[in-house]
């Protein structure tokens, strides 16, 4: 059977439109085409199978063309109902590639194309906020044998890895990819930042200058969320429960209040925490008419949506991807794409240059914890730090930085504890 029969994409014909915004991206992705030419000679997958779980776009379909370059028979799904792209992944199966993954599949036929990319039997994984590890260890451990190991992309999916090992139950060692310098500097703060305010702007098209923008948590990618709403001209308002961020995000110059207040200012309000119910009813009940709340976390557990529908008298579509919930006061509270992550739902995710970081690391992680399998054994790893300053040295070649090297006086003089 080839890619096409096995494969099940909403529309073939959209792969022309595909292939383009792949072709795009791969212009703006100098790192992943370094790695894509060595894999191409070195050939570290030949005979592999990889699976692969992500939020299905274009950045990510490259990333699967660089895996299979380098010798592996690839299958990809996507990792949120809302951000499979359909002619990417039409694209995709033309390019060879077996993609289980349509927008907005029902939740039956979501959980079908994890089930059947774990049914090839994959070697290798790339997992996405962890959904691929956990069914397969809790509902296929049939399938967990020829596993060698993975790789995971986010802070959500690596906090489930770690539970998992912390529990004993962990089979093969995952590449704790987040947690790289290359990934969260980048990608949570810089490509959350742009990439959230780009899905909320050209989903809503309303004025940011002079609003009132509350961010619900100040982690990597808060930070980057309140810099961007801050450079659009917003007030920008912290919201925390960790005491250290809190005071950083002071120090940045927000104002940090608790939710129960912040929840009264708000025009907008972006909940970027990995925690669940941090907008809940007590919040809605006193916020202004007219509010826009949106998620940029993994999850769409973020916003309690049962108790915003419960709270509401009527609901309807007012524009794509923003839904007006009338209160039973009369106020209008809207919601963005459904409180899934706001900037791959409703929009193209991070710029192609940050992910052009993100995804070199997951290459190079996969042909590492390919290669050492063994001696890992089963447990989260971070990326080594090797790795993260090889990815590093390769963006500033690409964008023609340079930097200094320390003198022999100098690595003397660091390494010493009795120079003066
Ligand atoms: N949208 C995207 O493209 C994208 C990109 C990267 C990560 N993520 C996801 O975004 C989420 C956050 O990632 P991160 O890297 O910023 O994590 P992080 O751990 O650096 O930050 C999360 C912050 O939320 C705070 N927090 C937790 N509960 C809270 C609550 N009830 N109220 C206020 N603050 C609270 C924590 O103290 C922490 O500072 C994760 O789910 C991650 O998977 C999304």
Redesign the pocket.
């Known amino acids: 059977m080839n890619t096409t029969e096995k494969s099940i994409v909403r529309d073939m014909s959209l792969a022309p439109s595909g292939h383009l915004k792949i072709d795009w991206v791969k212009e703006h992705m100098p790192v992943l085409n370094r790695i894509r030419e060595q894999f191409e000679k070195e050939q570290p997958f030949k005979g592999l199978k990889v699976a692969i779980s992500l939020h299905l776009e274009a950045k990510t379909a490259y990333l699967a063309k660089v895996v299979k370059a380098g010798g592996a028979d690839v299958t990809i799904t996507g990792s949120n109902p809302l951000s499979t792209q359909d002619d990417v992944a039409a694209a995709l199966v033309e390019d060879g590639i077996t993609v289980f993954a349509k927008y907005n599949p029902d939740p039956a036929e979501y959980k079908e194309h994890f089930i059947k990319t774990l049914e090839t039997k994959p070697d290798l994984i790339i997992d996405d ?1 962890g959904d691929l590890v956990t069914i397969l260890h809790s509902e296929r451990p049939d399938l967990l044998e020829q596993v060698r190991g993975g790789c995971e992309e ?4 690596v906090i489930r890895n770690r539970a998992l090992e912390k529990s004993g139950e962990l089979k093969f060692p995952m590449i704790a990819v ?1 947690d790289a310098y290359c990934k ?1 500097l980048f ?2 703060r810089y ?2 930042g742009q ?2 305010w780009d899905g909320i702007n050209r989903t809503t098209n309303l004025v940011v200058a002079g609003k009132t923008v509350v961010v ?7 930070r980057g969320v309140a810099l961007r709403a801050k450079g659009l001209g917003a007030k920008v308002i912290v ?4 005491g250290i ?1 809190a005071i950083e995000a002071y120090m940045d110059g927000f104002e940090v209040m608790p ?1 129960a207040e912040a929840a009264k200012h708000g025009d907008y309000f972006v909940t ?4 669940r119910d ?1 907008i809940r009813g007590e919040h809605i009940e006193v916020m202004k008419d007219g509010a826009i709340l949106s998620n ?4 769409d557990v973020e916003i309690n949506k049962p108790e915003l529908e419960s709270l509401s008298t009527s609901k309807r579509v007012v524009r794509k991807d923003i839904e007006e919930y009338v209160m039973k006061d009369g106020r209008k509270i809207y919601l963005l794409a459904e409180g899934r ?1 706001v ?2 739902a409703a929009g193209d ?2 710029p192609a240059e940050i992910m052009d970081m993100t995804f070199a690391l997951q290459a190079v992680s996969l042909a590492y914890v390919n290669e050492r399998y063994k001696e890992i054994g089963a447990r989260v790893l971070n990326v080594p730090y090797e790795l993260d300053e090889q990815v590093a040295r390769l963006k500033l070649e690409a964008l023609g930085l340079g930097i200094d090297t320390l003198t022999e006086e100098q690595k003397a003089y660091l390494e010493s504890w009795k120079e003066e």
């Open positions: 906020g986010t802070t959500t999916g987040n969260y990608d949570n490509g959350t990439s959230v619900i948590g100040y982690g990597w990618c808060g919201t925390e429960i960790d961020k939710m970027v925490t990995g925690n941090v940029a976390g993994h999850f992550l900037n791959l995710g991070h």
